[in-house]
């Protein structure tokens, strides 16, 4: 099993749809959690971090359940422009590897 | 700048060559990662180095790829022998090493074997 696992999609949904994504991961010691973004040919961007408490960047939100390990990433009013692949990261903290999934790819059409 | 820096940002040579990669990440980071990423693909984790700590070589596919990092800063990535399959964009990054911060790419190299 790998370490953190996502649905590779593909996604295709219209304008202003919502939509979400999930991520598991195995080690119960992870301590921080990332969603990035990345573009075709080009290299990822952070999106935004992912707090326990759960947070929000305009139309995006992070959740974490530490019980059920897994993270999640939601997109309200989806736009052109997120067209992407969107990829999770977990952390181990205390100076451990972070370990990215493998991907999810979101086409957001007209 | 203020970013990581990789060059060269194309690489192409022929079967059988050695190859250097180098990574110049952001001022002050500590941990600094190689990952190599083939059309299409995820990223493939290669190598970590953390501090003054032994890299983690878990993910290197083999005895012809090694890295080094000098003075915890600049780190190059060798390829011995390379074969066709070697081609792949190799991208490197880099964090303050701390809990809760996240890992900063560069543009990458584009490599690509004759």
């Known amino acids: 099993r790998k370490e953190v696992e996502q649905d590779p999609g593909p996604f295709n949904v219209p304008e202003g749809a919502t939509v979400a994504f999930n991520c598991t991961y195995s080690n119960s010691a992870s301590q921080s959690f990332f969603w990035y973004r990345q573009d075709c040919r080009k290299e990822p961007k952070l999106l935004m971090s992912?707090?326990?408490s759960g947070n929000e960047d305009g139309r995006f939100t992070a959740q974490l359940n530490r019980a059920s390990q897994y993270i999640s990433l939601l997109i309200r009013d989806s736009k052109l422009s997120d067209s992407a692949t969107y990829l999770c990261v977990v952390n181990r903290g205390s100076a451990g590897k972070s370990t990215f999934g493998d991907g999810t790819t979101l086409t957001v059409k007209p | 700048g203020a970013g990581v820096s990789q060059s060269p940002s194309n690489k192409v040579t022929e079967k059988g060559k050695d190859v250097e990669l180098r990574c110049d990440p952001i001022s002050g980071h500590t941990a600094l990662y190689w990952y190599r990423q083939s059309l299409g693909q995820g990223l493939e984790f290669l190598i970590y180095?953390?501090?003054?700590?032994?890299?983690?070589k878990s993910g290197l596919p083999s005895d012809r790829f090694s890295a080094e990092r000098t003075g915890g800063s600049v780190s190059t990535l060798t390829i011995q022998r390379t074969q066709q399959e070697d081609s792949a964009v190799y991208l490197c990054a880099s964090s303050p090493g701390q809990p809760g911060q996240p890992q900063h790419f560069g543009d990458g190299t584009r490599l690509s074997i004759l």
């Open positions: 992912v707090y326990s």
């Open positions: 180095f953390q501090g003054n700590s032994a890299p983690d």
